[in-house]
């Protein structure tokens, strides 16, 4: 799944093959195999071309890891501690691309919605509130929030792992 979506356009087995062979012997019919199991699985879509496919990625890498996180976060128990626990996590260039992805939906959300999803504590502005979550994702973090465990990621469409991936590859 990664060289299809490395390589943005429809592709077909010969090209993917051509460039997996730039690092690794492999043969054809395993990468038309693995094409194959992703076009089932509903990850690309193919269309003909003479008497071979193109396939494409139905979406995109940052919509799959999107769908991932979200799925790992709704199995959660205790949603608020995972964001806490994962925002301690992260670097704090990770964290400055959350705030502005967090800008980019508040400014896309109608009034009405945004408010419905982040109620207000009375006298307390948006921007305070974020610098008290700021702050306290900060403070889990310093506290040593756990890592989560290898595997505990959220199984998605692929079952667990990247689209494509073997269990002993990765997706390329």
């Given amino acids: ?32 195999t693995v094409l194959d199991n992703l076009h089932q699985k509903g990850w690309v879509r193919r269309e003909a071309e003479g008497r ?13 890891a999107a769908a991932l996180m979200n799925e790992a976060w709704s199995a959660s128990d205790n949603p608020a501690a995972a964001l806490v626990a994962f925002f301690g996590m992260m670097s704090p260039e990770q964290r400055h691309a959350l705030r502005d992805a967090v800008r980019m939906v508040q400014v896309d959300a109608p009034a009405e919605d945004t408010e419905q ?56």
Avoid: C, F, H
């Fill in 1 to 32: 799944m990664t060289r299809v979506w490395e390589w943005n356009r429809p592709v077909t087995v010969r090209e993917v093959l051509e460039d997996l062979q730039k690092e690794r012997s492999i043969a054809y019919t395993t990468v038309m």
């Fill in 52 to 64: 071979a496919y193109r396939y494409e990625a139905v979406s995109t890498r940052a919509a799959y």
């Fill in 117 to 172: 999803r982040t109620p207000q504590p009375q006298g307390t502005a948006p921007a305070e509130e974020a610098g008290a979550q700021e702050a306290g994702a900060q403070e889990a973090g310093a506290q040593g929030a756990q890592a989560a465990p290898e595997g505990a990621g959220g199984a998605g469409p692929a079952e667990g792992d990247e689209p494509g991936a073997s269990a002993t590859g990765n997706g390329r």
